[in-house]
C-alpha cells in the first residue's frame, strides 16, 4: 500500500494534479512545433496510447503561435490533453504560448533575465489561470548554487529553490517543480529532499535516461523508487525513441505500483518443459491487453501444464502449455484444453467475457 505524500492542487487545463489526484503521464512531442499537423498526429498517438499531458518545445515565436492552431485541431478530433509550452530564457516566446492557449509554461524564471520580463510572465501567467513548471537539471544548474554546492542532489534541489523564491516574491504560487538527474541515485535524494521541502506537486523524471532498454530501466528504478515511497504527482520516462513508447512504460511503472488499473500479463521464461510455441502468443496477447484501456484483470501466459496452473494460481485466467496444445485455466483450476491455432483467439473471447 503506497500512502502517497499529498501536494498542492494544481489545474492544467482540464486536468488537476496534486493532493490525491492520480499521477499524471506526461511525454514530450518530438516534431517541430510550427509543423501542426505533424504535431496534432504525434499529440493524437500519444493521447490514444494514455498520455495525459503533452509537452511541445517553443523555439521561437512561430512555435509559440502554432499552439492555438495545435489546440483547435485537436478539439476537432476530441483530443482534450493540456499542452505545455517548453520554453528556455525568452520571456515573449512564453508571453507569446499563454495567449495561444498553452496550458501550462516550462520556464525557469531565473532564466528569463530581469525582473520586469519575469514579472511579464508571471502576470500573464495570472490572468490566464496557467501554471509553471520550474524544471532544473544537471545539466542547467545556475552557476552560483553550482559553485557553492556542486552538481549534487542538494544543488539540485536549492537550484530550484531560487526559482521558486523568485517567483513567490511576486506572489505566484501556481508551481510544479521538477528536478531531473541522468543519475538515478541523485535523482532520488533530490526529489526526496524536494518533496519535504515544497508543497508543491513534482513531475518526476530520469533525464537523458537512455535508449529504450537502459531508459526504461533506470526511469522503473528512479521513478518507481519514489512512487512507492508516496513521491510523485506527474511522471515522465525520457527514451531516445518514439515517444508513445514513453507512455507505454510510464503505464507499466504505474500498474506495477498498483497505481493505475491496468491490465497485467504474467508469463513464465520458458523451460525445458515447454512443449508449444508459447512466446508469439504472449505478445499478442500483451498487445490485446494493452488494448483494452483501464481494466484490472490478471492474465497469465505459462510454458507447462505441470507447474503453469499452480504458479499462476492468482491469475484471473490463463493457460499453460501441453504438446502443440494449452490447457485454459480460471483461478488455478483448469477449465478446458484449447488446440495451438485457436489459443490466441479463443483466450481474448474469454478475456472480453471476463471484463
Ligand atoms: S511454468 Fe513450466 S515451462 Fe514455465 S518456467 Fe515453470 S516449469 Fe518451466
Redesign the pocket.
Known sequence: MINRILKKEIKIGNLFIGTNHPIAIQSMTNTPTKDVSLTVKQIGDLFKAGCNIVRVACLDIDDAKAIKDIKEQLLKQSIDIPIVADIHFDYRIAIEAINAGCDKVRINPGNIGDIDKIKMVVDKCIEHHIPIRIGVNTGSMDSEILAKYGRSAYGLVMSAKKHVDILESLGFYDIVLSMKASDVNMMIEAYTIASNMFNYPLHLGVTEAGTFLAGSVASSIGIGSLLYNGIGDTIRVSLTDDPVKEVIVAKEILGSLGLINKPKLIS????G??KYDMMPIAKEIEEFLNSLGNVRITVAI???A???PG?AKDADIGI??GVNEALLFKKGEVVRKIAQDDIVEELKKEILAMI
Open positions: 513464465c521464461p520458458t523451460c518443459r515447454t505459462m510454458g507447462c505441470v507447474n503453469g504458479e499453460a502449455g
